[in-house]
């Protein structure tokens, strides 16, 4: 344990008036504090009720008061609280007097950073705290007490665990040189078991991913060809003209966002310029845009056209819809910039698709239903295997058809409504360490690498898990993580 030099206090309930109000102090001088504020300390872990003094003897309030000795406390150091009456004026003299008898002022965060230093809990668990006391849904809290209360870390030492124990196996080897030029993965039950922690990490970072999405929304990319109508749908899900929409092809330069809510949960919708091959430069840095987009996504809207029933004697829409025929699949293909005939491997919608990590989901929209005459629809669903015909939903973002289907299988691909269960909140952090343990474990598991680049792999893979429960850690990321909590935390 390393104990603090000082002494930290501070007002540890919210601002404003309540009933009841706490002031907080950890440290060696916790003792004295307590004993010159309320006479001598009542047992340990029990409230009793006393009067808070001042110097002078004055009685500044009446309340409770705890005594929790160190380490069996939050912070793993002496504890004082004193419960008096909510009130801004009254816990500000309470904290001044306790200041005067020899506390600092806690600065953010300070006692749960004291709890981490102390091992109290780890840095997972640390950063729960703050997403507990920051949810905004009741799925978020649920998801963030899991944290708090070591399901996470829990979930990461296990991967971790199979890991060292994996290590431990091939650093053998390594002593041993007269193995040299076997496959080691091969010869062992290694591979076995490195698939088996692949597996492990895999299911945690779907739970990190899912509960990332509880914290922070889902971002969603509407991605196409020119004119499918990415614009018309974006703005028909936002209810709002956010992006401009014309017949000509190109009308979208730059990525537009827009959040909606979809069954309570943020959904970031992103409209982009159209994949197409281009000299125009403003557009060439548009679709640019639009790959940095979907890399980004959690969810690709891959939106085409329906292809069109040539009907020359209907025009239900006026001579914009006639116009829409032309950017469809119909009997126009001359257009070439629909995207919804070409799955050629020159089709640079085709090619973005390609590129994109094949973690990020997709879903393929076909618009503009009303032209061509078919009924709204889901066909598949969002666990169709590459290779299988994709997730595909037909819609109207002139006449509104399907867009209910779409919402739903936004809320699908968020999760919301089915049980928050066994998903953790994670933050960016987590996800960029486990990406990054997942990555090592990708190229350990690649064949016949030798046994000391193995090694290797296993100890980098190794490593980026420890960060997420904190055993890496520098001053940098600490004062990051408790630099964003409220005081008295
Ligand atoms: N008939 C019909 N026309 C549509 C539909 N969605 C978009 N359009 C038209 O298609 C053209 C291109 O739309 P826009 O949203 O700008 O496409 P984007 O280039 O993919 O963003 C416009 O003339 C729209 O009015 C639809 O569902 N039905
Ligand atoms: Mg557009």
């Known amino acids: 344990m390393r104990a603090s030099a000082d002494t930290i206090a501070a007002i540890a309930t919210g601002g404003g008036r309540g009933g009841v109000g706490i002031v907080r102090v950890s440290g060696p001088q ?7 504020v309320i006479g001598t300390l009542p047992a340990a872990r029990v409230a009793a009720a006393r009067a808070f003094r001042d110097h002078d003897g004055a009685t500044l309030d009446l309340g409770l008061a705890l005594w929790f000795p160190g380490p069996h406390s939050f912070t793993g150091e002496d504890i004082l609280e004193l419960h008096g009456h909510g009130g801004p004026v009254v816990l500000r003299l309470l904290l001044e007097r306790c200041l005067a008898l020899g506390a600092r002022l806690a600065q953010p965060g300070e006692f749960s950073r004291r709890a981490f230093l102390n091992e109290r809990i780890d840095l997972a668990q640390a950063e729960a705290i703050i997403d507990l006391i920051d949810a905004a ?10 944290s708090l209360r070591g399901e996470f870390s829990a979930a990461i030492d296990a991967v971790a665990n199979g890991l060292l124990d994996l290590r431990v196996l091939v650093e053998a080897t390594l002593d041993f040189p007269e193995e040299d030029g076997v496959d080691f993965l091969a010869e062992s039950d290694a591979r076995a078991r490195l698939q088996r922690v692949r597996d492990a990490l895999a299911a945690v970072f779907r739970a990190a991913r899912q509960g990332s999405v509880l914290r922070d929304g889902l971002t969603v ?48 919708l992103v409209d982009t310029a159209g994949l197409r091959e281009s000299d125009d430069p403003v557009e060439k840095i548009g679709i640019e845009r639009t790959r940095a987009a979907m890399v980004q996504a959690d969810l690709v809207l891959r939106v085409r056209a329906a292809p069109a029933v040539p009907q020359p004697a209907r025009l239900p829409g006026g001579t914009n819809a006639q116009r829409g025929d032309g950017d469809s699949a119909g009997g126009q293909r001359t257009h070439g910039d629909d995207g919804s005939d070409r799955a050629g491997s020159d089709d640079p919608v085709e090619a973005a698709l390609a590129a994109l990590p094949p973690a990020i989901p ?7 239903i009303d032209l061509s005459g078919e009924a709204p629809g889901v066909t598949g669903s969002e666990r169709a295997a590459p290779g299988e015909a994709p997730w595909t939903i037909r819609v109207s973002a002139r006449t509104g058809d399907g ?41 350990a598991a690649s064949a016949r690498l030798p046994a000391d680049l193995l090694a290797e792999e296993l100890r980098l893979a190794h490593e980026a898990l420890g960060e997420i429960v904190g055993r890496v850690s520098s001053d940098e990321l600490l004062g990051e993580i408790f630099g964003r909590f409220c005081i008295g935390k």
């Open 30 to 36: 916790a003792r004295t504090i307590g004993e010159g």
């Open 137 to 146: 849904s009741s799925e978020a809290a649920r998801s963030a007490v899991r």
């Open 221 to 268: 990319v509407l991605a196409g060809a020119p004119n499918v109508g990415k614009s018309s749908l974006m703005n028909r899900l936002a209810g709002e003209e956010v992006a401009i929409v014309t017949e000509h092809a190109g009308t979208t330069r730059d990525a537009i966002r827009q959040t909606i809510l979809v069954g309570g949960m943020p959904v970031h």
């Open 362 to 368: 997709r879903l393929e929209l076909i618009n503009k």
């Open 403 to 443: 867009l209910d289907l779409l919402r739903d299988a936004l809320r699908r691909v968020g999760h919301q409504g089915e049980s928050s269960e066994g998903v953790f909140l994670a933050r960016t952090r987590h996800l960029d360490a486990l990406t990054r343990a997942q990555a090592h474990l990708d190229r």
